[in-house]
T-cell receptor, first 116, second 111 residues
């Protein structure tokens, strides 16, 4: 059971370049999330997907697009990278809560992105 | 905007001592969760406390929740060097599975 996996682990881009961050989970979770973490800011939600085929904006969606390819995979795309997008990106997943409760989120190891 | 704010921002203690971290939040919640993040790693879920619970224990962890004060505390007893990490509280102010994380407390446990 690999849990949540992310690729790549590190990436350096030049301003204006594009790239896609990949995320996959093997826990049969319906919900998946993309966060960014900046020093002193905690985690901020970029996009999330409550189920296959659905996506919704989080707190900081500008400059990003996502695709929920299937139940396992949720990708994050930067169409035209900017230095402000230098950050550590985390993918997470969670199952459905029981009786209206909420399940814990499981996180991947992160992708460290630098935009020059 | 951050729903939760941890206090203190940084905490340094000796091994064997207890560590207490606090979290304050702004809106009504159904539950509050605590996560740990070791340096360079993803977050790991520690414990969840529901709004109708006041205290919860898990091993050396003790979490309290005071919904009237919109605050929670995480107590780690008999700290170990391996407890060195950042600790975050998280809430779901809008309902559903989305979480809003605080800015975290950096705990350093020295030998």
């Amino acid at each position: 059971n690999a849990g949540v996996t992310q690729t790549p682990k590190f990436q350096v881009l030049k301003t204006g370049q594009s790239m896609t961050l990949q995320c996959a989970q093997d826990m049969n979770h319906n919900s998946m999330y993309w966060y960014r973490q900046d020093p002193g800011m905690g985690l901020r939600l970029i996009y999330y997907s409550a189920s296959e085929g659905t996506t919704d904006k989080g707190e900081v969606p500008n400059g990003y697009n996502v695709s929920r390819l299937n139940k396992r995979e949720f990708s994050l795309r930067l169409e035209s990278a900017a230095p402000s997008q230098t950050s550590v990106y985390f993918c997470a997943s969670s199952g459905d809560g029981l009786a209206g409760g909420y399940n814990e989120q499981f996180f991947g190891p992160g992708t460290r992105l630098t935009v020059l | 905007s951050q729903q939760g704010e941890e206090d203190p921002q940084a905490l340094s203690i000796q091994e064997g001592e207890n560590a207490t971290m606090n979290c304050s939040y702004k809106t009504s919640i159904n539950n509050l969760q605590w996560y740990r993040q070791n340096s360079g790693r993803g977050l790991v879920h520690l414990i969840l406390i529901r709004s109708n619970e006041r205290e919860k224990h898990s091993g050396r962890l003790r979490v309290t929740l005071d919904t009237s004060k919109k605050s929670s505390s995480l107590l780690i007893t008999a700290s170990r060097a391996a407890d060195t990490a950042s600790y975050f509280c998280a809430t779901s102010p809008g309902g559903g599975n989305k979480l809003t994380f605080g800015t975290g407390t950096q705990l350093k446990v020295e030998l």
